[in-house]
């Protein structure tokens, strides 16, 4: 509210589509990109994940410090062309997703207040969203395995939980109560018990058209080895 720069800092995995968002400031100085360089190399080293390379751009914002501390640890710097944004396409991507999906749509307070919407935005990305290069898997869930049974079919139940007051949604599967259920073959009469809307609609497409159920599964790509990108921005 007080009209005062802010600088994230984030890196991302090329194979899974981790985002690790490292921190936020009003003054990125060199002693604070370094000290959130080391922290990115201690949460690789504890995820088991070896990246060969991290590709940044140009930006005068990373000190040289940074690149001797990930040479040190066996990661090789890759510095983007001049205004060549597509070389560090994965990255500037979730830039965009970001603000789109998350700053833009909100009106922030502080500092303190970015911090949290960073971190509800960086699980929602990492734990929920589905992403078409993962086969609509999340970066740390894999697709859920398809529902065949006919029964589960009839009783399903979506069940939506809002994150940052509405702004991101996460949907769920959720069982029905013991006193809303049905068999398979028989639908339920007005009267009998308390429906649902979803239910009734349900309930009158199985007798129109038969029960199908049709989805995808797979499983996470292996985390290692990974290629990272990195990137320093305001808003």
């Not at 590709?55 to 914002?61: E, L, Q």
């Not at 965009?96 to 303190?112: I, K």
């Not at 079919?153 to 809002?162: G, K, P, Q, V």
């Amino acid at each position: 509210m007080n009209g005062r720069r802010q600088y994230i800092l984030a890196a991302i995995e090329h194979v899974t589509r981790r985002v690790r968002v490292l921190g936020t400031t009003a003054h990125p100085s060199a002693n604070w990109v370094i000290q959130a360089i080391k922290n990115l190399v201690m949460d690789l080293d504890g995820a088991g994940c070896r990246a060969p390379f991290l590709i940044r751009d140009r930006d005068g914002k990373f000190p040289a410090l940074m690149d001797e501390i990930l040479a040190e640890t066996g990661i090789r710097t890759v510095l983007t062309g001049i205004r060549i944004p597509r070389m560090n396409s994965i990255m500037e991507r979730w830039v965009q997703s970001c603000r789109h999906e998350l700053l833009d749509r909100c009106l922030l307070w502080n500092e303190h207040h970015l911090r949290h919407a960073l971190c509800e935005y960086e699980h929602f990305y990492n734990q929920h969203r589905a992403h078409q290069a993962l086969n609509q898997a999340a970066p740390l869930r894999s697709v859920p395995d398809p529902i065949t049974d006919p029964e589960r079919i009839i009783d399903l139940n979506i069940r939506r939980r809002d994150r940052l007051g509405g702004i991101l949604h996460e949907y769920s599967h959720a069982a029905l109560p013991a006193w809303m259920k049905f068999s398979a073959g028989a639908v339920p009469r007005r009267g009998s018990v308390v429906q649902t809307g979803q239910t009734r609609r349900t309930a009158r497409r199985s007798r129109r058209t038969g029960i199908q159920g049709r989805h995808r599964s797979t499983a996470l790509i292996p985390a290692s080895p990974c290629r990272s990108s990195t990137e320093c921005w305001r808003t």
